[in-house]
């Protein structure tokens, strides 16, 4: 399973863009990029999938360059309640036998009035 | 999106005792589910892996025998903790993986926080 490597924690203010960048140098083939959520006691969220180039959905885009070693995970203008636990997640999403996620340490995004 | 819900949402419970925890898909049939759990400020570790009809596969480390999953249906997943002790405090999470086509997505219940005195 490929490894991910987060920054720990990232600071920012309402209203700013935030870009998160996670590598995974070792990703296969087969594997998707996933990004999560997580408020504390409760369980991560889904935010965002992506193989290749740019994903965009209604929350966040997602930037994935050619060689997918790397991905970035955007969110526009961030609230208070945008302050949480990000995780970067690469596996494969077809169901096969290295579908489980395993989870790194994430990032700890802490927004500022 | 799916929804996948535990129960209890907490729980306290006396040492050597046995605590279940369950673990439901509730809209989407889940082949597969997974169990983690998370100490404070740290993140998801992965237990095991249940498949609906087979007996879960354990990481590494983890005690098949203290750590029971049960996955009787493609809804229903259980997590016992038996013979609990103050060390098995914890946050647990289960998640569940849709059984539908490709690209997946894995879909996490609300966790349940166990704490055994």
């Known amino acids: 399973l490929a490894k991910t490597t987060q920054p720990i924690s990232m600071d920012s203010y309402e209203g700013q863009e935030v870009n998160i960048t996670c590598s995974h140098n070792?990703?296969?083939?087969?594997?998707?990029i996933t990004w999560y959520q997580q408020f504390p006691s409760q369980g991560p969220r889904f935010i965002i999938q992506?193989?290749?180039t740019k994903v965009t959905n209604e929350v966040a885009s997602l930037f994935i360059p050619a060689d997918r070693k790397s991905s970035t995970l955007s969110l526009p203008r961030v609230s208070l309640s945008d302050t949480a636990v990000y995780y970067c997640?690469?596996?494969?999403?077809?169901?096969?036998?290295?579908?489980?996620?395993?989870f790194g340490k994430g990032t700890k995004l802490s927004v500022k009035p | 999106g799916a929804v996948v819900s535990q129960h209890p949402s907490r729980v306290i419970c006396k040492s050597g005792t046995s605590v279940k925890i369950e673990c439901r898909s509730l809209?989407?049939?889940?082949?597969?589910m997974f169990w983690y759990r998370q100490f404070p400020k740290k993140s998801l570790m992965l237990m095991a892996t249940?498949?609906?009809?087979?007996?879960?596969?354990?990481e590494q480390g983890v005690e098949k025998d203290k750590f029971l999953i049960n996955h009787a249906s493609l809804t229903l997943s259980t997590l016992t903790v038996t013979s609990a002790h103050p060390e098995d405090s914890s946050f647990y999470i289960c998640?569940?993986?849709?059984?539908?086509?490709?690209?997946?997505?894995?879909?996490f219940g609300p966790g349940t926080r166990l704490t055994v005195t």
């Open positions: 249940s498949n609906e009809g087979s007996k879960a596969t354990y």
């Open positions: 070792n990703i296969a083939t087969n594997d998707y």
């Open positions: 997640l690469v596996g494969e999403s077809y169901g096969g036998s290295q579908g489980n996620l395993i």
């Open positions: 809209d989407f049939q889940a082949t597969t």
């Open positions: 998640s569940a993986r849709d059984r539908g086509p490709g690209p997946y997505e894995q879909y």
């Open positions: 992506g193989y290749k």
